[in-house]
């Protein structure tokens, strides 16, 4: 017996897993450049949103065809990678089918089970590549998905594609073995709903092609899975890991809410305070933090997590009322260019061994002024994300900025501040004449 395919499965796995938790540090790494928040509390309530949003798909199924057949591939990711244990034992000590002597007929429900499942996937992956391709839905052709993100939705359909036919070939030339003269390795265990079917395309192969068939496709197979677990550093389906994180820190609170500013806070409360001494000597004298955000570091660490965690589904988009009448706002491109220039940010680090200033920043060179006014605050986005993405929260942190650091409002928003500095409401009408508002 050649230990060499054992020894070499082992090399392959140890990179894949070893490059997937260098990318994995490396995103870690960049979510925690945010500014801390707490996010600690309601342990049970959390857990309990996770499992319905992450685990459940609850809001997947709001559109329910399409959220069917997410649920279908979903499911299938989870329970056919369940094959992956056996897989891994089959490579590293070169056995074959491990676990069937040991699970008996539950083995051969498993084996059909997973076939099924890899047809359906076969058939909503058709269904989701046509919907993005041909049938023009206007959230997948919207300018903010055209160039990467459209070819990296695609590379991943193709992805799956691939895998599911290696693993019913897999199967089907492991069936065709198991009464041929290889039938002492090749044991009849399994059962094969779907991958019997394909066994006639190898009625006229020898014996011994047929094997280096089975033996090429397990291969491919094993190899396709490391790479996908490794892609998912380049692509949007990061969500696949990141969804569950994402919504157990999850805000609890009511969407849209505004938080207060501490320091603003404390100083309008000494402001009113008439015991209070501004030159005292016992006052805290603490630097004034930055108001509202111009750059990833100046957003949270959950913010940052949203930007890797979005799916660029574009739900968001589809129901934000200012993008749906035309304008420039998108709250899917606010997660995308947030993620794009966390990745920048990144990058300047690996290569400086800290962030060299680059004359860049969120506002402006990556979201414009105009896309953060265009925001209703309305809360849809929010709303309407399956996994808890909160684009407002990014929103209203820049404008806040725009507001209290660079007094950037527009004139609108100006004149109604003026109107409640001197008339005490935001209309432009002397507070002497309040009674006569009503008419």
């Not at 994995?24 to 959390?46: F, Q, T």
């Not at 074959?96 to 008996?104: D, I, N, Q």
């Not at 999850?250 to 001494?277: C, Q, R, T, Y």
Request: proline residues 4%; charged residues 20%; neutral net charge.
């Amino acid at each position: 017996m050649s230990f060499l395919p054992s020894i070499l499965f082992g090399f392959l796995l140890f990179l894949a897993i070893a490059l997937f938790v260098f990318n994995c540090r490396k995103i870690y790494r960049n979510i925690n450049l945010g500014k801390n928040i707490d996010r600690s509390d309601n342990k049970k309530v959390r857990l309990l949103k996770m499992f319905r949003l992450a685990f459940g798909q609850s809001k997947m199924l709001d559109k329910p065809v399409v959220g069917l057949l997410h649920l279908i591939v979903y499911v299938a990711f989870i329970l056919i990678n369940v094959e992956l244990i056996e897989i891994i034992i089959d490579g590293l000590f070169g056995t074959h089918r491990f676990l069937a002597p040991y699970l008996g007929g539950f083995y051969d429900f498993l084996i059909g089970f997973f076939e099924i499942l890899a047809f359906l996937v076969v058939i909503s992956v058709l269904i989701f590549w046509i919907r993005r391709n041909i049938l023009n839905i206007r959230r997948f052709i919207s300018n903010d998905l055209k160039g990467w993100p459209k070819t990296d939705a695609n590379y991943i359909l193709y992805i799956e594609l691939v895998l599911m036919f290696l693993f019913l070939n897999m199967n089907a030339t492991d069936f065709y073995l198991q009464s041929s003269s290889f039938s002492e390795y090749y044991k009849s265990y399994g059962y094969f709903p779907i991958s019997q079917y394909l066994v006639p395309i190898y009625s006229n192969f020898s014996d011994i092609s047929v094997m280096y068939v089975e033996r090429t496709s397990w291969w491919l197979h094993i190899i396709g899975i490391l790479f996908f677990l490794n892609y998912l550093y380049y692509s949007k389906h990061l969500h696949i890991l990141l969804a569950f994180p994402n919504t157990y820190f999850s805000n609890l609170d009511k969407i849209g809410k505004f938080d207060n500013l501490s320091s603003v806070f404390n100083e309008v409360k000494a402001m009113l305070d008439p015991s209070h001494d501004p030159f005292s000597t016992n006052n805290n004298q603490t630097e004034i933090e930055k108001f509202g955000a111009s750059d990833v570091f100046d957003l949270n660490w959950f913010q940052l997590l949203n930007a890797y965690t979005c799916t660029e589904c574009g739900r968001c988009s589809s129901e934000c009322p200012a993008n749906e009448t035309g304008k420039l706002l998108s709250p899917r491109k606010i997660m995308m260019k947030t993620r794009d220039r966390l990745e920048e940010v990144g990058k300047n680090i690996d290569k400086n061994g800290k962030f060299i200033d680059d004359n860049k920043s969120l506002l402006n060179d990556y979201i414009s002024k105009e896309e953060l006014w265009a925001c209703t605050t309305c809360n849809a986005c929010v709303d309407s994300c399956p996994i808890g993405i909160d684009p407002l929260s990014i929103i209203l942190d820049m404008r806040r900025y725009l507001v209290m650091e660079q007094s950037a409002a527009p004139s609108e928003l100006n004149n109604m501040m003026n109107n409640l500095e001197n008339n005490g409401a935001p209309w432009p009408f002397n507070q002497l004449d309040r009674l006569n508002w009503k008419n």
